[in-house]
């Protein structure tokens, strides 16, 4: 496993680096007949909006939404695959609809479970293989700009540092997992817990000095801050924004913070590695040949170039084990005509809304806090209960609705009365770590999930009032 992902990590590196408009649009119109195929012959939840449509005309199709395809996911994988892997599609299906915590079946299927930021929870099924292939293909593309190819070929041994939230199911924890187990030979890859206390996170990357910090935009803001407090000296070669994009404000905080180092921002979800990266302006660059993707109007018509969209339509080239074929997001994006000056053949996009709000709360001595909805999020779904919820976010209280999987009213009552006290502890544990317990009200309600509801469920989970 390790040699076939190093081998195919120099490959895409070779490959970017003679990377043209010519080059981009064969490896597309490959990939895109390759998974058409393998949708129509081996996916039987794809077969039906596929049947009558034009090979490889996507605007032949309807859009799909992560609601149909966790209606059965067994159904949406490919077939063959799974029959090679001696797992049947009832069996898995059972599992995936069952689980809460496993990150592999069997050591031969990955899970990702999305992070349910817009209120839809959904599974991304992997082998060892479509997983490798992304992953090479996401760290080519970072490494176009980030780090010299002697590198990559083993020639100096790297030192990666991955700030994530220990959670084996999540797609930045598989991403430091795979640089551990596949890339030893030329990296030495460790992941630090963003939960412990910021003091003991800061003092264990002095010990380390990574060249490479992969987190999230908060806790990069956070290093900064200390930086230029003092509390460390050393300068990462990269600092590596993935989840959620840099803003301007915090791209120039720890521009200033960190004047020697290559900021870089990635767009990505866990469906799609990777969708698109930073140049050394700044810009975002769509990897067009590794997904595409359609930005629509409010009624799936394209916008214009220039035009930011009402939600994108995304198709994935690179996992041919759990195809995702016009993939509705909610994402606001637009495409820029003009080429960008740093020269990349890759077209630029310019994202909106995918950022998770900063959530202001009124302390006693009437300051303001601004707490990271991230942090929030986790917070709520510690207990691994529930997926969905929604808050409504109030200077002086948080009112809390959960919606469990309960299928009518008892149910309901039922799930009240053996979960509350617990979620309520987890949330006042919060509070109090933030120091909100005398300035903030939190007030959790329980209700049921209207399941005939026809839309796709792309709720805010934050709902900031002032």
């Known amino acids: ?4 992902y190093i081998s195919q990590l120099v490959w895409s590196r070779v490959h970017d680096f003679h990377l043209t408009r010519k080059k981009i649009e064969r490896a597309r119109k490959k990939r895109l007949e390759h998974l058409w195929k393998v949708a129509t012959e081996y996916v039987p939840g794809q077969q039906e909006r596929l049947r009558g449509a034009q090979a490889g005309n996507l605007k032949d199709l309807d859009p799909i939404n992560k609601r149909q395809m966790m209606s059965d996911p067994g159904a949406y994988v490919n077939q063959r695959i799974l029959h090679d892997l001696q797992i049947s599609r009832e069996d898995l299906s059972a599992h995936l609809l069952g ?25 991304v099924l992997n082998t060892q293989a479509t997983w490798n292939r ?37 797609i930045n924890n598989q991403i430091a997992n795979t640089s551990q187990r596949s890339a030893r030979s030329m990296m030495d890859a460790r992941t630090f817990s963003i939960e412990q206390p910021p003091s003991d996170l800061h003092r264990a990357l002095s010990d380390f000095q990574p060249h490479f910090i992969m987190s999230y935009p908060n806790i990069l ?28 404000s915090q791209y120039k905080e720890i ?23 930073s140049c050394r302006l700044g810009h975002l660059h769509q990897s067009e040949d590794c997904c595409i993707i359609e930005p629509v109007d409010t009624e799936g018509n394209p916008v214009s170039n220039g035009e930011f969209s009402d939600h994108i339509l995304v198709t994935g080239l690179l996992n041919d084990f759990h195809p995702f074929i016009r993939y509705r997001m909610e994402d606001e994006v637009r495409f820029i005509e003009a080429p960008c000056p ?16 900063e959530i202001p709360v009124k302390l006693g001595n009437g300051h303001v806090k601004h707490l990271n909805s991230r942090q929030v999020r986790m917070a709520i779904l510690k207990t691994q209960t529930f997926d969905r919820f929604q808050v409504i976010c109030k200077p002086d209280i948080w009112l809390v609705s959960i919606y469990p999987e309960v299928q009518n009213d008892h149910e309901l009552r039922q799930f009240d009365l053996q979960h509350r006290s617990v979620i309520s502890h987890c949330l006042e544990a919060f509070s109090e770590q933030h120091g909100l317990n005398q300035s903030l009200q939190i007030k959790i309600d329980f209700k049921r999930l209207d399941l005939h509801d026809t839309r796709n469920l792309k709720r805010k989970l934050f709902i900031i009032e002032k």
């Open 342 to 357: 740093c020269g990349s053949p890759l077209p630029v996009l310019e994202i909106r809304g995918r950022r998770n709000p």
């Open 255 to 277: 521009s200033d913070a960190f004047p020697k180092t290559t900021i870089c921002n990635m767009y990505a979800s866990s469906e799609f590695l990777p969708i698109a990266t």
């Open 134 to 170: 992304q992953q090479a293909w996401m760290i080519g593309r970072i490494g176009r700009r980030s780090f010299p190819l002697t590198r990559v070929l083993g020639l100096k041994q790297y030192r990666i540092a991955y700030l994530i939230l220990d959670r084996p199911w999540m």
């Open 221 to 248: 803001v956070g290093l900064a801050r200390a930086r230029m407090q003092g509390k460390f000296q050393w300068d990462p070669e990269v600092l590596l924004s993935s989840s959620d994009l840099l803003d301007p």
């Open 1 to 4: 496993m390790s040699n076939r």
């Open 99 to 123: 689980q809460k915590t496993v990150a592999t079946i069997e050591e031969k299927i990955r899970i990702t479970k999305t992070s349910g930021t817009t209120g839809e929870p959904g599974l």
